[in-house]
T-cell receptor, first 114, second 115 residues
Framework: DQQVKQNSPSLSVQEGRISILNCDYTNSMFDYFLWYKKYPAEGPTFLISISSIKDKNEDGRFTVFLNKSAKHLSLHIVPSQPGDSAVYFCAASAGGSTLGRLYFGRGTQLTVWP | DADVTQTPRNRITKTGKRIMLECSQTKGHDRMYWYRQDPGLGLRLIYYSFDVKDINKGEISDGYSVSRQAQAKFSLSLESAIPNQTALYFC??????????????FGEGSRLTVL
């Protein structure tokens, strides 16, 4: 049973507009959340993360929001650029014996068109 | 040069053959992982290792085995490949200090096709 869910397999946005990618999780033990970006023929690369003690983390054009009560997080990209077109994976981590192990969502393909 | 190197990058094989995918890293990280990516299914963990003497099963370890030959090397074996093991395989690393954040550094992937 998937513990991290990305229910939108694809998203299409015009250049300059905001892209919002969503992610839901079921395991209340998750205490760290990450977003990875993946281009074709490359491995995923880390984009941005957020600890469960925060509700927002910002890095340039990228902002991640965490709503613990709803077990929901979102990645906002503003403004979107054609180079942002990629698959975005949401991932979550729990402490304790599974420290360092990530659980991934199925990914959302973002397409930014000119 | 890539910090996490996977070989081969592409491999086509036949059902029943033994296949080994190799991963080496120059990041000096203790932790290494093998993930599998299938279209529409995201990344699923096969095996992981937190140090040379430590091997742990992930979500989908059946049909796979691993060997941690050294801190820098982690290989994945398919003893008798079957067509539903056709997928893109990623090796990843993380270090002990950053381990509690879960940040992984991925290789470029090994595409395996089993006919």
């Amino acid at each position: 049973d998937q513990q991290v869910k990305q229910n939108s397999p694809s998203l299409s946005v015009q250049e300059g507009r905001i892209s919002i990618l969503n992610c839901d999780y079921t395991n209340s033990m998750f205490d760290y959340f990450l977003w990875y970006k993946k281009y074709p023929a490359e491995g995923p690369t880390f984009l941005i993360s957020i600890s469960s003690i925060k509700d927002k983390n910002e890095d340039g054009r990228f902002t991640v929001f965490l709503n613990k009560s709803a077990k929901h997080l979102s990645l906002h990209i503003v403004p979107s650029q054609p180079g942002d077109s990629a698959v975005y994976f949401c991932a979550a981590s729990a402490g304790g014996s599974t420290l360092g192990r990530l659980y991934f969502g199925r990914g959302t393909q973002l397409t930014v068109w000119p | 040069d890539a910090d996490v190197t996977q070989t081969p990058r592409n491999r086509i094989t036949k059902t029943g053959k033994r296949i080994m995918l190799e991963c080496s890293q120059t990041k000096g990280h203790d932790r290494m992982y093998w993930y599998r990516q299938d279209p529409g299914l995201g990344l699923r963990l096969i095996y992981y290792s937190f140090d040379v003497k430590d091997i742990n099963k992930g979500e989908i370890s059946d049909g796979y085995s691993v060997s941690r030959q050294a801190q820098a090397k982690f290989s994945l074996s398919l003893e008798s490949a079957i067509p539903n093991q056709t997928a893109l395989y990623f090796c990843a690393t993380s270090d002990l200090v950053r381990g509690n954040t879960g940040e992984l550094f991925f290789g470029e992937g090994s595409r395996l096709t089993v006919l």
